[in-house]
């Protein structure tokens, strides 16, 4: 995939810094050793430093200076979000997510934040919660950037929805009409892409385009589709610093509303007493009524003339291997797929799948899927309903395993699986 030639299609209000002040080398401080007025300055100076090493491409340097702004300055969102721009464009995404979790924590109406969150998440693979966070914060979020993140977390259809409806405003430009293409390329109207892309474009470089989206709607890991659009290489994230996290209050109330909750909250004795209650109640000694059973008899029912025990039992027995049989839920039928990694040939990826199983249960029953590429092999299930393949890579990713949904995209059953063979019944 060619991430220089997609960088160019970032997303409007991705924005990776802003304007600060200042100068001095970083370093966390403390309140306890500064002044809050000193802690202030030295808190633009590094986030000044952070942004010059992100104009000169010196991510890591970006880091450490946002990291030492936002340790002095915790609750200044625009600090935050430099950070989250630094953790951006070194493609550690979780660190993002962290980030501008913190800056909508603190600036509930920041719009660019709000999209980079969804930007991190869909890198991460939480498609799901992505598409229901750009649901929240549509109001704050431009179509033009929300259809194609919501295309990217595995809605296209909901993407080219969204972006249609913008590209027929008034002041639609040519990245609404762009974006609108590569929403429709990834969810397969290749035709109609190449003729919006064709808008704003000469033929030539807009057949060159589709050709660079071909490649980009059939990505191999959760991360490679925004990665490509950012111009960045995903890698192994260790996470914000713990120290770095939003400590936040909670809300002052009035003191009326702090004895009215008090009156109606039971004391802790009181709910630690209940268990005792319950017990001497169910003892000899209590007071109250009493409930008593009446001694135990068995009724015997005569069986039906001409039926014998051991075949309505065994009636039984059917009959109950086939309704349990029946209440399996059995996955929908769909052209979605989940995932599972690339591998460098066949084999590995057989090994992977064996070792998938045996992590998730679940995929006992499935047929694995795959695709050979010349550098690797890809690894996957399919035939789902959307939600169904959602609710399969959720369970997958809670026993500790990774994956992502997407559509199909040439996935064949794969290559180690032998063919079903057909016996014909005796006559």
Same mark, same amino acid.
């Given at each position: 995939m ?8 970032? %997303?409007?209000?991705?924005? %990776?810094?802003?304007?600060?002040v ?9 309140a ?5 007025a ?25 880091i ?11 609750t ?7 950070? =989250? ?9 979780? &660190? ?61 259809a909901?993407g080219?929805?969204?972006l249609?409806?913008?590209?027929r ?17 990834l969810?397969g109207?290749?035709?109609? &892409?190449?003729?919006?892309? =064709? ?15 071909? &490649? ?11 990665s490509?659009?950012?111009g960045v ?12 996290a ?24 009181a709910?630690?007493a ?14 109250g009524?009493?409930?008593?059973f009446?001694?135990?008899r ?21 009959e ?10 059995k996955?929908?039928s ?17 090994d992977?799948?064996?070792r ?5 249960p ?9 695709m ?5 092999y ?14 399969m890579?959720? =369970?997958?990713?809670?026993k ?6 997407r ?18 019944a005796?006559?």
């Amino acid at each position: 995939m060619n991430k220089r030639a997609l960088a160019g299609l970032s %997303l409007s209000a991705l924005m %990776l810094g802003g304007t600060m002040v200042g100068c001095a080398q970083g370093g966390i401080s403390t309140a306890s050793t500064r002044s809050d007025a000193a802690l202030a300055k030295h808190a633009a100076r590094n986030a000044e430093k952070a942004n010059e090493a992100l104009a000169k491409g010196d991510t890591a340097k970006a880091i450490g200076y946002a990291e030492a702004a936002v340790a002095g300055a915790p609750t200044n969102a625009d600090y935050r979000a430099l950070l =989250g721009g630094a953790y951006l464009k070194a493609g550690r995404f979780t &660190s993002a997510h962290a980030a501008y979790a913190d800056v909508l924590s603190l600036s509930p109406e920041n719009g660019k934040a709000a999209l980079n969150l969804a930007l991190a998440m869909i890198a991460e693979g939480q498609w799901d919660e992505a598409r229901s966070h750009l649901e929240d914060h549509a109001a704050i979020v431009p179509a033009s950037d929300r259809g194609l993140a919501i295309a990217l977390a595995g809605d296209p259809a909901g993407g080219v929805e969204v972006l249609t409806a913008a590209a027929r405003t008034p002041g639609a430009d040519a990245k609404t009409r762009q974006n609108l293409a590569l929403a429709l390329a990834l969810a397969g109207r290749w035709a109609e &892409s190449r003729q919006i892309a =064709g808008i704003d474009m000469a033929p030539t470089d807009a057949d060159a385009r589709v050709m660079q989206w071909a &490649s980009f709607a059939k990505p191999v890991g959760a991360a490679d589709q925004v990665s490509a659009l950012l111009g960045v290489t995903p890698v192994k994230d260790p996470g914000q610093p713990v120290a770095l996290a939003l400590k936040t209050p909670a809300p002052a109330s009035n003191p009326a509303e702090q004895v009215m909750l008090a009156e109606a909250t039971p004391a802790p004795e009181a709910q630690e007493a209940a268990p005792v209650a319950v017990a001497a109640a169910e003892g000899d000694a209590g007071s109250g009524p009493r409930v008593v059973f009446a001694a135990r008899r068995e009724v015997v029912q005569a069986l039906p003339q001409g039926a014998s025990r051991p075949q309505r039992v065994m009636a039984a027995a059917r009959e109950v291997k086939l309704a349990s049989a029946d209440t399996v839920a059995k996955p929908k039928s769909g052209s979605w797929f989940v995932q599972l990694g690339a591998y460098d040939s066949a084999a590995v990826a057989k090994d992977a799948w064996d070792r998938a199983q045996q992590r998730y249960p679940a995929f006992a029953g499935e047929t694995p899927t795959g695709m050979a590429f010349k550098s690797f092999y890809r690894l996957s299930i399919g035939g789902f309903s959307r939600g169904d393949a959602n609710a399969m890579c959720r =369970g997958y990713r809670a026993k500790g395993g990774a994956c992502f949904v997407r559509t199909g995209a040439g996935d064949q059953t794969a290559s180690w699986v032998k063919p079903a063979k057909v016996q014909m019944a005796g006559r």
